[in-house]
Nanobody, 122 residues
Framework: QVQLVESGGGLVQAGGSLRLSCAFSGRTFSRYAMGWFRQAPGKEREFVAAISWSGGRTNYADSVKGRFTISRDNAKNTVYLQMNSLKPEDTAVYYC???????????????WGQGTQVTVSS
């Protein structure tokens, strides 16, 4: 089964940057589309970004376009989320996601990591 472990969260001031990482194991990484979702207190989990198995296609939520970049390294079985120009409203638990079908993003389907907390102070 797929196992996902996120890292890289933390506390940052508004305008700052963080890079999240997600280590994938249990299956062949290069056969999976990968994504990031987030969930703020009292809110539903929402889509952030996705990347196809080859890295050739990406998709972003409007709220993060131009600020966040998703990428993957198939040699390292890892997907990344570079987050720049962070805002207090980006504060949430960020979850890594894996699935076979990239076309199904932004639906909240597939396998999940345990999440990593990102807190942006004003």
């Amino acid at each position: 089964q797929v196992q996902l472990v996120e890292s890289g969260g933390g506390l940052v001031q508004a305008g700052g940057s963080l890079r999240l990482s997600c280590a994938f194991s249990g299956r062949t990484f290069s056969r999976y589309a990968m994504g990031w979702f987030r969930q703020a207190p009292g809110k539903e989990r929402e889509f952030v970004a996705a990347i196809s198995w080859s890295g050739g296609r990406t998709n972003y939520a409007d709220s993060v376009k131009g600020r966040f970049t998703i990428s993957r390294d198939n040699a390292k079985n890892t997907v990344y989320l570079q987050m720049n120009s962070l805002k207090p409203e980006d504060t949430a638990v960020y979850y890594c996601n894996a699935r076979n079908d990239y076309q199904l993003y932004p639906l909240p389907l597939g396998s999940w990591g345990q999440g990593t907390q990102v807190t942006v102070s004003s």
